[in-house]
């Protein structure tokens, strides 16, 4: 019988087909570019194969091919009833993805791991920065992401995809040595392996440690495949640290050169998401962007994601387009409203109250707040109140006043006085309101 990397069967006669398959999850855990064309000549060496099938829509989803996704996983299903138990499972918890059921997902594929630690696919569904955890809106996602982890350790050893998303689990929990000290391993285990190149890069960055992060991508990036899923994002990390030197020159041409939506090969999100937070970046840096650059990022939410849903896209598009055009700003945040209204906003209206204090930030409104100690009185962790104060040509009203976000750990440095208050002007604002923005962002749903 055929087995995947992990030793799991596989239902395919095909020593081929099942050969195809196994190097593309490689390709997807690793994300390299190859996965698209090895899952179609798994399926056109057996028609068959459901396995192959679902993986194949998932490509297709992670290129925001959605017709394409939902059609593939319809047949996934229908080959999958002369399956294993395993693999029947397998297909219905990445079709509960890929059909934007991401409870029934997170459910079914914890019930799973129970019974099958090393189905690799299914645990990477958990995990990772667009995973299931960092987007079910639980204000625990990282310790969720570390747990099941180290649930399933002992199950993989010192497997290259593991170690890396072991990790990037420990660095985003913040157990930032660990985590380093695992993507470092992971990068010796398997160098063409960009989920490892892109949790070592967080681990550098939470660390400080920028110059070296620099260093780093400086020296992997030119031998990764530019259609690779994550080959402009970590161009987009070099870019942070470029911003970090106040070199504006080199992180502009990191825009124009490996980021800017034409005729670039990545996946849609991180095409518009890439581009839109590091044009505003550059905006709050003092940046001078032209407003056909804004329109460009915005055109491209527009054929993308026309309407009002996924919040992760849509705080992007709103920084985009209240940079540029307000006419499409009210659009989507009047969309966002109807959703709220009608209960089908799932984060509520902090999703409205977010993508109006971009528009606040970028009219030239003045963004004020407190920093204070929580109730356990560590200095390392703040709780941040944050105020807009409505511009006079601003159609929207004002966020709610005084509204908390998250406890985030050493805002402005590694420690603040008991209570201290502090005033930003739109043109001063840098990495304290954007580590606020994206950071509650993160939070929300959108898969």
Not at 126 to 147: I, N, V
Not at 418 to 446: C, D, E, K, P
Request: net charge neutral.
């Amino acid at each position: 019988m055929n087995r995947d990397r992990y030793d799991l069967p596989l239902t395919t006669a095909s020593d081929r087909a099942a050969a195809h398959y196994r190097d593309g999850v490689d390709c997807m855990l690793s994300a390299w570019h190859g996965a698209e064309d090895a899952f179609d000549q798994a399926i056109r060496t057996d028609e068959g194969f459901a396995l192959a099938h679902i993986a194949r829509a998932r490509v297709h989803q992670l290129n925001m091919q959605g017709t394409e996704a939902r059609a593939m996983a319809t047949r996934a299903r229908q080959l999958a009833a002369a399956t294993s138990p395993r693999e029947r499972q397998h297909v219905e918890i990445m079709a509960a993805v890929i059909e934007s059921k991401p409870k029934l997902a997170v459910t079914a594929a914890e019930a799973h791991l129970d019974e099958y630690p090393r189905d690799a696919l299914v645990l990477s569904m958990l995990l990772g920065a667009f995973g299931l955890y960092a987007f079910s809106g639980r204000p625990d996602h990282d310790a969720a992401k570390l747990a099941v982890c180290e649930r399933v350790a002992g199950h993989y050893g010192e497997d290259w995809w593991f170690t890396s998303y072991l990790g990037w689990s420990h660095t985003e929990a913040g157990n930032l040595g660990t985590g380093r000290a695992l993507s470092e391993r992971a990068m010796a285990l398997r160098p063409a392996n960009a989920n490892a190149a892109h949790g070592l890069s967080h681990a550098m960055f939470e660390q400080g440690d920028m110059a070296e992060g620099r260093k780093f991508l400086a020296q992997w990036l030119p031998a990764h495949d530019r259609k690779s899923f994550l080959h402009g994002h970590l161009w987009w990390h070099t870019a942070l640290s470029a911003l970090d030197e106040d070199d504006l020159d080199t992180a502009l041409a990191i825009y124009e050169q490996q980021i800017k939506p034409a005729g670039r090969p990545y996946p849609p999100l991180n095409i518009f998401t890439d581009g839109a937070s590091l044009l505003w970046r550059l905006a709050l840096d003092g940046c001078d962007i032209p407003r056909a650059d804004w329109d460009e990022i915005v055109d491209y939410g527009d054929r993308r994601a026309p309407v009002a849903g996924g919040h992760f896209i849509d705080l992007h598009y709103v920084l985009a387009a209240a940079m540029g055009d307000l006419a499409r700003f009210d659009k989507r945040v009047s969309e966002l409203e109807a959703l709220d209204a009608n209960g089908r906003l799932s984060p509520g209206n902090v999703a409205v109250a977010m993508c109006k204090g971009a528009h606040a930030i970028a009219v030239g409104d003045k963004v004020q707040g407190t920093l204070e100690k929580n109730p356990n009185g560590k200095t390392e962790a703040v709780t941040v109140k944050v105020k807009i104060e409505q511009n006079k040509k601003s159609k929207h009203p004002p966020c709610p006043s005084d509204w908390p976000l998250r406890p985030i750990k050493t805002l402005l440095g590694g420690t603040c006085p008991a209570q201290s208050s502090w005033f930003i002007s739109s043109t001063g604002l840098r990495i304290a309101i954007i580590r606020i923005v994206f950071g509650l962002f993160r939070r929300l749903h959108y898969l």
